[in-house]
């Protein structure tokens, strides 16, 4: 089996000149890379008490939920704005050009629940902080932030200062 890296695809100049675009695809469309990338992944969990995992949509729902079902944990979805249909709470963060909301059902998290945030990507952070805001706001205790990649040039460990974040690739570019 190749190493996890080389089954990412990286697209230089996209979506704008001087960006490298790092496509997870690659390992989707591949079972053996699928299966490595969910493995590496599960392995960063090893040993480690918790009760739910927090994944977001889209991609961070591929990776949490085959480790939720691994592991016999439950899965809390986060979402865009007004696509939960129950009571919801929500954070509000900045992006690059603008702002964008996420939202999770007001029974996902209980309070005194250990829990793991999984996505697939940790860029400027803005979306992981989110999440951790809304599972304090819950009552739940982060343990863990686990992504498939980083992109360290962006800093988005900085926004996570003081949590537990690991990522399987870390590119020290954008």
Do not use: W
């Not at 949490?64 to 979402?79: E, Q």
């Not at 007001?106 to 992981?128: C, N, R």
Request: net charge negative; hydrophobic share 45%.
């Amino acid at each position: 089996m190749k190493p996890i890296e080389e089954y990412v695809v990286s697209i230089p100049d996209f979506p704008e000149k001087g960006i490298i675009f790092r496509d997870i695809t690659g390992i989707l469309q591949d079972a053996e890379g699928l299966h490595l990338a969910i493995d590496l992944m599960e392995e960063k969990l090893a040993g480690l008490d918790f009760d739910v995992i927090v994944g977001p949509e889209a991609r961070g729902f591929i990776f949490a939920m085959p480790l939720a079902y691994n592991l016999h944990k439950s899965l809390a979805a986060v979402r865009k704005k007004g696509k939960l249909p129950r009571e919801t709470i929500s954070v509000k963060y900045d992006l690059e050009y603008g702002t964008a909301e996420v939202e999770m059902h007001k029974d996902a998290v209980k309070p005194g629940q250990k829990v793991v945030i999984v996505d697939d990507l940790m860029a400027t952070g803005g979306t992981l902080e989110a999440i951790v805001k809304m599972v304090e706001e819950l009552g739940g205790e982060v343990v863990k932030i686990v992504c498939l990649m980083e992109l360290a040039g962006l800093n988005g460990r900085e926004k996570l200062d003081g949590y537990d974040v690991d990522a399987v690739i870390s590119y020290p570019g954008k």
